[in-house]
């Protein structure tokens, strides 16, 4: 009889020792991606930066600086958000889709400030709102 390698052998009863699956990984990631991003926008709009476009018939029409501070502290909470992800916090998941769901929301109401920034922005948020999701629903699956 052959002994099976280490890597074949199942472990039983023993808890999963890679914490980071692949949809964390991806969230966390992304989260780190976001965030930063979100705050170079923040640190532009603060800046009034003439990047920024600034329509008059606008709903959700703000101050450049209001939507800097407003990128600012949102992509705070996305690296905050990342970071509890990566290191498998139990918070970490709920938070990572509250924080992508407002980023998703401020960035559909920045898109007539700078449109080519704002919809892969929404892209990657809702990216990371399903990534956080999918592993929540797949999370008590795992026996």
């Given at each position: 009889?052959?002994?099976?390698?280490?890597?074949?052998?199942?472990?039983?009863g023993?808890?999963?020792?890679?914490?980071?699956?692949?949809?964390?990984?991806f969230a966390?990631?992304?989260?780190?991606?976001?965030?930063?991003?979100?705050?170079?926008?923040?640190?532009?709009?603060?800046?009034?930066?003439?990047l920024?476009?600034?329509?008059?018939?606008?709903?959700?029409?703000?101050?450049?600086?209001?939507?800097?501070?407003?990128?600012?502290?949102?992509?705070?909470?996305?690296?905050?958000a990342?970071?509890?992800?990566?290191?498998?916090?139990?918070?970490?998941?709920?938070?990572?889709?509250?924080?992508?769901?407002?980023?998703?929301?401020?960035?559909?109401?920045?898109?007539?400030?700078?449109?080519?920034?704002?919809?892969?922005?929404?892209?990657?948020?809702?990216?990371?709102?399903?990534?956080?999701?999918?592993?929540?629903?797949?999370?008590g699956?795992?026996h």
């Amino acid at each position: 009889m052959t002994a099976m390698p280490d890597s074949n052998r199942p472990r039983h009863g023993a808890p999963d020792s890679e914490k980071v699956n692949g949809a964390s990984l991806f969230a966390g990631a992304a989260l780190m991606l976001s965030g930063p991003l979100s705050i170079l926008m923040g640190a532009a709009g603060i800046a009034q930066d003439t990047l920024l476009a600034v329509s008059s018939h606008y709903a959700y029409r703000f101050d450049l600086t209001t939507w800097g501070v407003i990128h600012l502290v949102i992509g705070v909470g996305l690296v905050v958000a990342g970071l509890a992800v990566l290191l498998d916090k139990s918070w970490g998941r709920g938070a990572g889709v509250a924080a992508a769901g407002i980023s998703l929301i401020t960035q559909f109401m920045f898109v007539p400030y700078y449109p080519a920034w704002a919809i892969p922005m929404m892209a990657l948020d809702l990216m990371i709102v399903f990534a956080l999701t999918r592993l929540q629903i797949g999370a008590g699956d795992s026996h």
